[in-house]
């Protein structure tokens, strides 16, 4: 089981599922490559947000979604704790991007990648290659 270094679990799940850091069955959510992958992408462009609710802001959805999230498509990758939303706070959003286009998603480890949009998707879902998207 990976547990990311640089976010915290409440990061990444939304309030109703949060129990506390130690709650390992939370960690066991994720795919490790998506958990691994924010971590190489903090460490090389810096620090990133995710999930805001914890220090009062709005967004809780951006990590795992559960099947009751109607945020989404119904069957989104972050169902299954195989799609992160991050935001860049340190880097361009475009920059970070388009670096992960260049190495082919880390090499393999992410396989989806969406476009167009103001935030930075990345997925691990069964695709052999690198997927790029439009919403």
Known sequence: MYKCKYFKLYELVPPEIYKGEDYLKHWFIFDDRCLRAIDIIREKFGKCVVNTWKGGGS???RGFRPFTCD???YYSQHKFGRAIDLVPLDEDVNTVRQYLIDTKGLDGLITGIELDVDWLHIDCRNY???YLFRP
């Open 59 to 61: 967004h809780r959805y």
């Open 71 to 73: 945020i989404g498509a």
């Open 128 to 130: 052999n290659g690198l």
